[in-house]
């Protein structure tokens, strides 16, 4: 089945400095690569997604590319705000639906004012 | 507010107890997911439903099992529980095609 990888399980950034979380997946027909935000005491919410017809996409300071050779993908968040700190969570699937969702381990990503 | 509604929020339970939690999918979506999260890990599909059918199945143990009613609304039943099955339970629930809104969960713990 799908695995994936997330890195880094945790990543610090100052306050308006750029943040990269980056996966890898291991399902060369994997076709869709969601990316969810969990804030404390939350469930997931989705923030941005993308489709493997797609390099690049982007959503004022959140963008997610794709590599479909390397089989990898990453987000991207700009000028970090205090309200970006929250665990981000990858995730693949080789259907069009979310059927059989696999995500990755999760970043706990925090913005230091 | 995703819509998806978990209860209970929380559950305290004692090795070897049975536990049913419940969840209320978006008003109008049919498909019902669950979903596991233990501490520090990512979360794991157990189980889908779509419309009262089991739509696909993941890493759920023999001991749980789930149903969706014509409701819509689904149970997962947790059966001689472990310490090892203390975990946020997450239900997710969705249309036909498009993203999974997600419950706040249902934090179990099993003492």
């Known amino acids: 089945g799908e695995n994936v990888e997330q890195h880094p399980s945790t990543l610090s950034v100052q306050e308006g400095d750029s943040a990269v979380i980056k996966c890898t997946y291991s399902d060369s027909a994997s076709n869709y690569f969601p990316w969810y935000k969990q804030e404390l005491g939350k469930g997931p919410q989705l923030i941005i997604d993308i489709r493997s017809n797609v390099g690049e996409k982007k959503d004022q300071r959140i963008a997610v590319t794709l590599n479909k050779t390397a089989k990898h993908f990453s987000l991207h968040i700009t000028e970090t705000q205090p309200e970006d700190s929250a665990v981000y969570f990858c995730?693949?699937?080789?259907?069009?639906?979310?059927?059989?969702?696999?995500f990755g381990t999760g970043t706990r990503l925090t913005i230091i004012p | 507010d995703s819509g998806v509604t978990q209860t209970p929020k929380h559950l305290i339970t004692a090795t070897g107890q049975r536990v049913t939690l419940r969840c209320s999918p978006r008003s109008g979506d049919l498909s019902v997911y669950w979903y596991q999260q233990s501490l520090d890990q990512g979360l794991q599909f157990l189980i889908q439903?779509?419309?009262?059918?089991?739509?696909a199945k993941g890493n759920i143990l023999e001991r749980f099992s789930a149903q969706q009613f014509p409701d819509l609304h689904s149970e997962l039943n947790l059966s001689s529980l472990e310490l090892g099955d203390s975990a946020l339970y997450f239900c997710a629930s969705s249309g036909t095609v498009g993203e999974l809104f997600f419950g706040e969960g249902s934090r179990l713990t099993v003492l």
């Open positions: 995730a693949a699937s080789n259907e069009f639906g979310n059927e059989k969702l696999t």
């Open positions: 439903y779509y419309n009262g059918e089991e739509r």
